[in-house]
């Protein structure tokens, strides 16, 4: 497959991929660069409505710039309301199955891997399975979240909020300034408690900010969000090793 100079660096490979979790497969998705080589790899951690198009997309823009990107449905059963599927979804599950999903990405199977360190993007309430993998297990190379709510779980098995002040890796995370769901002030606390990590509130955009599906889709703010993550993860993770066969 082509790609235009504008869109990144490396034609890619991208299709649907049944992932190893638990006893059985769930739906996934991978992207990575068309070069015989290893890579950077990032896990995107999908939010309320599982696995989408926008997803996806995330996935093959980081392919185009050399990174690896492996994404999933996260609910084993699908239902039309998404708050009762994030609900049913229990923490302990969700770390598990991000474990299951890093072992694949270093089984035999996979060839194109650089190291083993994994990023993990995670995206509204995928964010908070997201920081809470990344505070717990020292696979994770560094985190990036967008939209992620920072309150509200109270009544969940982990609190986001007891994490934040001890996050062992490079953090990103980005946030609409004008988030309909999300208090800039929670955004402002995260970063006092998290000052090594870049907490940034875009002016003007609103929660959905990133997802070009959604009507609080922001050209500039997604530009820019897109690509401070693929010059962070291109930073923080193993660098790629392209073979030469010539």
Not at 96 to 116: P, Q, V
Not at 131 to 150: D, H, N, Q
């Amino acid at each position: 497959m082509t790609v235009l100079a504008h869109e990144g660096t490396y034609p890619i490979l991208h299709q649907t991929w049944p992932i190893p979790i638990g006893t059985a497969h769930r739906t996934g998705y991978i992207a990575r660069p068309d070069e015989f080589g290893v890579f950077p790899v990032v896990i995107v951690v999908p939010g309320l409505d599982g696995l989408t198009g926008f997803e996806k997309d995330i996935c093959r823009q980081l392919a185009r710039s050399g990174i690896a990107a492996v994404t999933f449905h996260p609910y084993e059963e699908h239902t039309s309301d998404p708050l009762e599927d994030y609900h049913t979804l229990s923490d302990t599950r969700a770390l598990t199955d991000l474990d299951e999903i890093y072992e694949f990405i270093m089984s035999d199977d996979i060839a194109w891997n650089a190291g083993d360190k994994v990023g993990i993007l995670g995206l509204d309430v995928g964010g908070r399975f997201a920081i809470a993998k990344a505070a717990r297990s020292s696979w994770v190379g560094s985190l990036v979240c967008v939209g992620t709510p920072l309150t509200g779980d109270e009544n969940r098995e982990i609190q986001v909020a007891d994490h934040l002040d001890h996050l062992p890796v490079p953090v990103l995370a980005m946030y609409g300034a004008e988030d309909q769901f999300i208090d800039n002030a929670t955004v402002d606390e995260a970063q006092n408690r998290n000052q090594h990590g870049q907490w940034l509130l875009y002016a003007g955009a609103r929660h959905d900010f990133l997802d070009p599906n959604s009507d609080d889709y922001d050209v500039a703010a997604a530009g820019d969000a897109m690509e401070r993550i693929k010059a962070f993860f291109l930073a923080t993770l193993p660098k790629a090793v392209i073979e030469d066969l010539g």
